[in-house]
């Protein structure tokens, strides 16, 4: 008899400046077994990085059974499925997955760091993180001081 591993609920920012944008974002989300809500579409102005055009964003919730690992390959298949090429650091990109958070679980790998190093920094994923899960705590979280100011563009 084999045990079931229990699903965890972790959340991932999605982003996009090139192309069509909500397309990459929702090909993305439907390329997911296991999305259970999708944050409203915020535009954002980019931060860091070269001059460029201004991104859609939107955080998603999955519950999944994989592990912190295999979802971040899963991160790496649906950039690649956008043709996301990484030239330029903080650049330009067809699609940009992050994950920010897994409940119960974190890490200071350099491949994956949870929470994300840099969520805590900018209002482009706090934003529709918390109209995900508004409780949620992430340490040093000011609203005032976070990067980016957003615009909420209705559902994907």
Same mark, same amino acid.
């Given at each position: 008899?084999?045990?079931?591993?229990?699903?965890?609920?972790?959340?991932?920012?999605?982003?996009?400046?090139?192309?069509?944008?909500?397309?990459?974002?929702?090909?993305?989300?439907?390329?997911?077994?296991?999305? *259970?809500?999708?944050?409203?579409?915020?535009? /954002?102005?980019? *931060?860091?990085?070269?001059?460029?055009?201004?991104?859609?964003?939107?955080?998603?919730?999955?519950?999944?059974? =994989? /592990? $912190?690992?295999?979802?971040?390959?899963?991160?790496?298949?649906?950039?690649?499925?956008?043709? =996301?090429?990484?030239?330029?650091?903080?650049?330009?990109? #067809?699609?940009?997955?992050?994950?920010?958070?897994?409940?119960?679980?974190? /890490?200071?790998?350099?491949?994956? #760091?949870?929470?994300?190093?840099?969520?805590?920094?900018?209002?482009?994923?706090?934003? $529709?993180?918390?109209?995900?899960?508004?409780?949620?705590?992430?340490?040093?979280?000011?609203?005032?001081?976070?990067?980016?100011?957003?615009?909420?563009?209705? $559902?994907?």
């Amino acid at each position: 008899m084999s045990e079931s591993v229990p699903a965890t609920r972790a959340f991932l920012a999605l982003g996009s400046n090139l192309g069509d944008r909500r397309r990459y974002l929702r090909d993305a989300v439907g390329g997911l077994d296991d999305v *259970v809500a999708v944050s409203p579409v915020y535009e /954002s102005e980019p *931060v860091g990085g070269p001059d460029q055009d201004q991104f859609l964003n939107i955080v998603i919730e999955v519950l999944t059974i =994989r /592990s $912190p690992e295999r979802l971040l390959a899963v991160c790496h298949e649906l950039e690649r499925s956008a043709q =996301r090429t990484r030239t330029v650091r903080w650049g330009p990109r #067809t699609l940009d997955v992050d994950v920010v958070w897994i409940d119960g679980h974190t /890490s200071d790998d350099p491949h994956l #760091t949870v929470p994300h190093p840099r969520a805590h920094e900018r209002n482009f994923v706090m934003i $529709p993180l918390f109209d995900l899960a508004p409780g949620l705590m992430i340490p040093g979280y000011d609203p005032a001081g976070a990067l980016g100011t957003v615009h909420n563009r209705g $559902p994907l």
